[in-house]
């Protein structure tokens, strides 16, 4: 369970939350448009940004906490700590409680251990490296894992062993990601939007791919989300407004709003 309380996060002078309340009881899924900082909010409940406000995983402010076991994330920072893929593994074995066979094995199952075990982390792809970061953060016994955009760079034959790692693994916490198709294999997962520095939700994540955008505060609607000068609702499919599920890429929702 992750709360947020009265957070701001702040850049120079750009506000990305401000006095922000939420509270995340069960593994959830975030989506939001490109810079509305979804890896804002997880770099600063790692401890790895400022913030103002109080963060609390399981009711344990996490601000001055290092490695703190019950949180793991596929955070880039967090891993740079190593070398090679196989040191890092051994490294957070040691600090984080990884289990290296657990590692080992899903990196087998991924067909990808032997071409990435003995490379140095920033010689990875793109694609390589989120696929180990993401492993490395399921590989370890935390209860919050909070994981950042999984499928990215990875190729379609390993995104379902992937998304399916996650519905084993994540049993708190959050998966941010842009792939609709995706988001079905997390159809009963509570679902959040983050906008303009708000957070909407939760709706459930098969509501929400059965659902259609209307203009307006529609009386019916699941949710409605604050635009500078309009109101945009999400309502259950009747036959009006755009659906959803023909929207294909996540981004074109960004799009129509
Ligand atoms: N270290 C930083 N210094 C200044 N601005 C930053 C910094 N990190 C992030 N930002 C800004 O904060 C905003 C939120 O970024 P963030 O990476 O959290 O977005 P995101 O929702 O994860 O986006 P994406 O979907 O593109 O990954 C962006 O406008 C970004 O430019």
Redesign the pocket.
Known sequence: MINYNDLTIK??D?T?FKELNLHINQHSIVI?P???????LIKATCGLIPYRGKILVDGQGVKKIKNYLNLSTNIPEVYTIGREVKDIAEIYSEIKDLELDVFRDLLKELRIYDEVINKKIFKLSAGQSVIVRTVLALSSPSKNLLID?PFENVDPSKRLIIARFLKENVKDGFITTHELDLLKQFNSWPLYIILNGKVYGPIITEDFLNSTIVEGEAPNAILTLDLDDKKISIVKDNGSGIKLLTLGNINRLYGVL
């Open positions: 850049f120079s750009v990305i939001g490109n810079g509305s900082g979804k890896t804002t955009e």
